[in-house]
């Protein structure tokens, strides 16, 4: 609930809903969080605002009364997932139209669920996390993290709350009102923990608390509809990527429990329908959110390929991406934001399809999987002596070496992969020291891939499409194993005085002509052809 009060800038705000506190603040305008443990009913409810704008002037006091939306999440409901979502043309699911028809929904859940519970591979999805069972501190370090989560704690971006009752979504405890953490929140990572325990100990305590949050953020969060890219506290098109990501993970890892019972399953399902839907008709059009947003939609297909989109979801997702390879990344390797971490993020993207359906054993376009290896190449360009790229616009220092382990299976015959990949010990170093990369702009100078190398780099390219800084010209130097010249470096993507520092000319090392910024951001554009 967004408020603004005409003729009070300054004050002090305290609100009560139905007689529930919901706290104070200090400035106008406001955005009031309204938990709905608070609303009692679709009408009759009442918000009450206190204003103090002065301790010798009266109190006073305003009383909003309303409706309230009670829409929970699916959208879909159960019926219309057996008879419009799901691929019924499918062997396995022949019977449901019968079984729906005759009223047998438990049938139909049934015989859906059994469907998913059989051809879930976890142990092509899991690797890493299995990996884990077997580290003592890992374990350690899970189990302190699942106990916060199972407590309703919940901690992003330096951030931990504890919530009382159930946990209330797009309720923001950070002192400035970061929107991040409500976006970072709902990527629903905080399954994370329980799921890679669960693995460990296989108690269902686990399982039971990872359900109780997904429902919970399910039903506080229903669809938006012709909601645009950007909008919504907790469906933007990108954390709706990244939250398929991580349920995808969660999913795998707590199918065998026996909490993941049939009507659960087909709940969680419809939700995933919808996730599909959301990233195949709500996405971006450029940039890391697409290739991000593209790329879930893809995997998605491939790990559940059970619905009547299927097909054109998969087929829209690669032709997309495909496109994103030629329209995004440089002939000389760069992606077009000029950022090594973003860059390092969309090439994860785009080698996660090939890692999934090459684990499924489907086919993608030698052009495609050409293209992602050539992405590769602006590690060993960029690389410090340290193999970490330069921490130049929204970025730090990058490292291409987990990218290249995993890339690595896929190409294998790349021995400069190879060498990034196992940190010198196998492979070979590139056969060029100091290179340039026209397109990018950028050029990195070495006497040798020693660690203690002298390495300089200098900053010529355009303003990038996204993430970028005002550093043009900027110049880092790394010499006998020690950073000598460093620049800013990146901040928190808010409004505050040091994030304006981070992306001004003054954090960088380069010139200012009578003390002015360099204003690339108002004379260059990106061009896209």
Same mark, same amino acid.
Request: aromatic share 14%.
């Given at each position: 609930l967004k408020l603004t009060l005409e003729g009070v800038e300054d004050g002090v705000f305290a609100f009560k809903m139905n007689g529930k506190d919901l706290g104070e603040v200090r400035s106008a305008p406001f955005e009031v969080i309204v938990p709905k443990q608070a609303i009692r009913a679709?009408?009759?409810? /009442?918000? /009450?605002?206190? %204003?103090?704008?002065a301790p010798a002037k009266p109190v006073t006091r305003i009383v909003l009364r309303g409706t309230y939306p009670t829409t929970q999440g699916p959208l879909v409901s159960e019926q219309e997932f057996f008879t419009r979502c799901l691929d019924t043309s499918l062997p396995a699911f022949a019977d449901i139209p019968s079984r729906v028809a005759s009223g047998d929904l438990a049938g139909a859940r049934k015989i859906f669920a059994d469907h998913v519970r059989k051809n879930l591979r976890p142990e092509a999805?899991? &690797?890493?996390?299995?990996?884990?069972?077997?580290?003592?501190?890992? %374990? =350690?370090?899970? +189990?302190?993290k699942a106990a916060l989560v199972m407590d309703h704690t919940l901690n992003t971006l330096g951030t931990s709350w504890h919530f009382e009752g159930p946990v209330e979504w797009e309720f923001n405890p950070t002192y400035n009102g970061y929107r991040e953490w409500n976006y970072h929140i709902s990527y629903f990572d905080c399954g994370d923990p329980l799921a890679e325990l669960y693995l460990v100990t296989r108690d269902d305590a686990l399982a039971r608390a990872w359900r109780e949050l997904l429902l919970s953020f399910i039903s506080y969060n229903p669809l938006p509809v012709k909601a645009g890219p950007g909008s919504t506290k907790c469906w933007r098109s990108l954390d709706t990527a990244a939250r398929t990501f991580y349920l995808t993970r969660q999913i795998h890892a707590f199918i065998s429990s026996p909490v993941c019972d049939d009507a659960?399953?087909?709940?969680?399902?419809? !939700?995933?329908? /919808?996730? $599909?839907?959301?990233? =195949?008709? $709500?996405?971006? @059009? +450029? $940039?890391?959110?697409?290739?991000?947003?593209?790329? !879930?939609?893809?995997r998605l297909t491939f790990y559940y390929p059970y619905f009547k989109e299927t097909r054109e979801w998969r087929d829209y997702a690669l032709g997309r991406l495909q496109a994103e390879l030629d329209r995004q990344v440089y002939p000389d390797g760069f992606q077009s934001e000029l950022a090594p971490g973003y860059h390092c993020g969309v090439m994860r993207h785009f080698l996660s399809v090939v890692e999934t359906a090459g684990a499924r054993g489907e086919p993608l376009p030698p052009a495609f999987v050409q293209g992602v290896e050539r992405m590769f190449l602006i590690f060993p360009r960029l690389a410090r002596p340290d193999l970490r790229s330069p921490n130049i616009n929204d970025s730090g220092n990058a490292s291409g070496g987990p990218l290249a382990r995993s890339a690595l299976q896929h190409y294998p015959h790349n021995d400069v992969m190879r060498w990034f990949a196992t940190e010198r010990r196998e492979g070979r170093p590139? *056969?060029?020291? #100091?290179? /340039?990369?026209?397109?990018? $702009?950028?050029?990195?100078?070495?006497? !040798?891939?020693?660690?203690?190398?002298?390495?300089?780099?200098?900053? &010529? &390219?355009?303003? &990038?499409?996204?993430?970028?800084?005002?550093?043009?010209?900027?110049?880092?130097?790394?010499?006998?194993?020690? %950073?000598?010249?460093? *620049?800013?470096?990146? @901040?928190?993507?808010?409004? #505050?005085?040091? +994030?304006?520092?981070?992306? #001004?000319? +003054?954090?960088?090392?380069?010139?200012?002509?009578?003390?002015?910024f360099l204003p690339k951001k108002q004379v260059l554009r990106m061009v896209q052809e």
């Open positions: 679709e009408t009759g409810n /009442e918000l /009450e605002i206190t %204003v103090r704008t999805v899991l &690797g890493d996390w299995y990996a884990k069972t077997n580290m003592p501190a890992a %374990v =350690r370090s899970l +189990r302190k659960f399953l087909v709940t969680l399902f419809r !939700s995933v329908w /919808e996730h $599909g839907l959301r990233l =195949r008709t $709500g996405h971006a @059009y +450029r $940039g890391n959110w697409f290739t991000n947003e593209m790329s !879930s939609l893809a590139p *056969e060029w020291l #100091s290179c /340039e990369m026209p397109y990018a $702009g950028f050029a990195a100078f070495r006497n !040798s891939w020693e660690p203690d190398a002298l390495w300089a780099f200098l900053d &010529g &390219g355009p303003f &990038g499409m996204a993430h970028q800084h005002e550093d043009k010209l900027n110049f880092l130097l790394d010499a006998y194993g020690k %950073v000598m010249l460093i *620049e800013g470096g990146n @901040y928190f993507y808010d409004t #505050s005085a040091m +994030r304006q520092y981070a992306i #001004s000319t +003054r954090a960088h090392n380069t010139v200012r002509i009578a003390s002015k």
